[in-house]
Nanobody, 115 residues
Framework: QVQLVESGGGLVQAGGSLRLSCAAS????????VGWYRQAPGKRRELVAS???????NYADSVKGRFTISRDDAKNTVYLQMNSLKPEDSAVFYC?????????WGQGTQVTVSS
């Protein structure tokens, strides 16, 4: 079992920055991929960025060049640095961990970008 806790969301003006954190506990050694997803009201949940246990990263086209995903294995934490935020980035951001058998989700953290 893996438990995930997100933090770092909030209200920011367009052009600003936020850093989200996803702290993992439990069977963290089994995690293969950690992803950040977001869901805006009335929209489907979408993948924003992901990072594998080997450090490979992947980004949605809409955030390339603005968001950076990284990991600190000593802290069992994955970060999402978000720069040049736009109002359309507003959503609940969720952390997801995949151990190859199950998917685990955090409770989500709200990001609101004002114009």
């Amino acid at each position: 079992q893996v438990q995930l806790v997100e933090s770092g969301g909030g209200l920011v003006q367009a052009g600003g920055s936020l850093r989200l954190s996803c702290a993992a506990s439990g069977s963290v050694f089994a995690i293969r991929v950690v992803g950040w997803y977001r869901q805006a009201p009335g929209k489907r949940r979408e993948l924003v960025a992901s990072i594998t246990s080997g450090g490979s990263t992947n980004y949605a086209d809409s955030v390339k060049g603005r968001f950076t995903i990284s990991r600190d294995d000593a802290k069992n934490t994955v970060y999402l640095q978000m720069n040049s935020l736009k109002p359309e980035d507003s959503a609940v951001f969720y952390c997801n961990a995949d151990d190859g058998f199950l998917n685990y989700w955090g409770q989500g953290t709200q990001v609101t970008v004002s114009s």
